[in-house]
């Protein structure tokens, strides 16, 4: 059974290598394979208003942070990254999470979550995140590049709460 609580400082030993690893691969996330392990706990721990964890058997199994996706007029919808220990996809942590995050973003105030950069090869997510709501808004030329792929596509996805509709059965 997962449960996701607040991160505490302290697990950023644990988060690190989930966070590392996908940065590393190039496939996913935006972030330096370079990203020291100091600016991975300014990006992950520091600069959101709250980051998470899933844990499974005490040991973290997967990671999400929530954060304002603009400043001032715009701070009402929440961005977040997600990312699970890459051994363990497949096993609906992903989903928990998300359905969690929906939860604590509108707790915390937010009026909708946008997903800015989804790398369109990237089918798990992009499905999961349909699965949950987000509705695929934009699409971005070649704007990531791939480190086997090269240049693809990236979807920009957004879910307003309005009706808050959780992830159906993946």
């Not at 996908?22 to 392990?37: E, I, V, W």
């Not at 942590?93 to 990237?122: D, P, R, W, Y």
Request: charge should be neutral; aromatic fraction near 14%.
């Amino acid at each position: 059974m997962i449960k996701i609580r607040r991160a505490e400082t302290k697990d950023f030993a644990e988060i690190w290598p989930i966070i590392h690893e996908a940065f590393l691969k190039g496939d996913t996330y935006s972030f330096s394979p370079d990203t020291s392990k100091e600016e991975g706990f300014r990006i992950w721990m520091e600069q959101p208003v709250a980051t998470y964890v899933a844990i499974e058997d005490e040991q973290i199994v997967g990671t999400y942070f929530l954060k304002p996706n603009q400043p001032g007029l715009g701070s009402h919808i929440c961005n977040a990254g997600f990312v699970v220990n890459s051994n363990l996809r497949g096993k609906g942590i992903g989903k928990n999470m998300c359905e969690h995050a929906i939860k604590e973003a509108i707790s915390l105030g937010f009026k909708g979550m946008q997903f800015n950069f989804v790398v369109a090869t990237n089918q798990v997510a992009v499905e999961l995140w349909e699965k949950c709501g987000f509705d695929i808004v934009g699409t971005l030329y070649k704007a990531f590049k791939h480190k086997e792929k090269g240049f693809v596509d990236v979807f920009v996805m957004y879910k307003w709460f309005d009706q808050v509709t959780l992830c159906y059965q993946v």
